[in-house]
């Protein structure tokens, strides 16, 4: 008996790993040698590619691609027909299946709709791409980037609220009340 969910109309592929509790809904594809961990979410028309790795809790919204060399941790937003890309110079007629990069998306990081992640980056802890956002280079972590291509705009929170840091470095979450220090260009969790 599965103790996971999943559409009639989704495709599950032989050697998938789904955790507990994980829901897959309409025209999903998972493909072979995927892991799955517990209590993910993956929305409608999603296609998860082989060998990548979701962490637990990871929420995938709609029409979103998650290709080879994608490894999500934990806790994971990816937002509305966000993209992951896998080889930095693709061309039909060559195959560079050889060539895949891994991406590496840490714990808590969130991605906003239509984001594009071009391969071979990470993105850090509790980071948060906006909708748009073309990511070209790492996103260091609690980092908030827009653009084409992306540019680091701030800082945000464990719970996503911009941190506004006072001369001495110091910023309080407004809905959490979590302490927090820039240092070197680095967010210290006090």
Same mark, same amino acid.
Request: hydrophobic share 40%; proline share 3%; glycine share 8%.
């Given at each position: ?40 979410? /993956?929305?409608?028309?999603?296609? /998860? ?34 993209? #992951? ?9 060559? $195959? ?14 969130? /991605? ?18 906006? %909708? ?10 609690? %980092? ?20 506004? #840091?006072?001369?001495?470095? #110091? ?5 959490? $009340? ?13």
């Amino acid at each position: 008996m599965k103790d996971f969910f999943v559409h009639e109309t989704a495709v599950i592929d032989a050697d998938c790993i789904i955790g507990k509790n994980t829901k897959i809904w309409h025209f999903s594809h998972i493909m072979s040698n995927s892991t799955i961990g517990e209590s993910c979410n /993956i929305g409608q028309n999603v296609v /998860i590619s082989p060998k990548v790795v979701l962490g637990k809790n990871v929420k995938v919204q709609n029409n979103v691609s998650i290709y080879t060399g994608v490894i999500c941790k934990d806790n994971v937003f990816l937002g509305p027909s966000m993209v #992951f890309t896998n080889v930095i110079n693709p061309r039909s007629a060559i $195959k560079r299946q050889d060539q895949y990069l891994e991406t590496v998306v840490e714990e808590g990081a969130s /991605i906003g709709a239509n984001a594009t992640i071009v391969c071979g980056n990470t993105i850090g802890k509790y980071a948060f791409v906006g %909708a748009g956002a073309v990511v070209t280079k790492e996103v260091l972590p609690y %980092a908030l980037v827009v653009g084409n291509p992306s540019k680091q705009i701030g800082w945000v929170s464990q719970y996503g609220h911009r941190l506004v #840091f006072n001369e001495q470095g #110091f910023a309080i979450c407004k809905e959490s $009340k979590q302490q927090y220090q820039l240092k070197n260009n680095t967010i210290i969790e006090l």
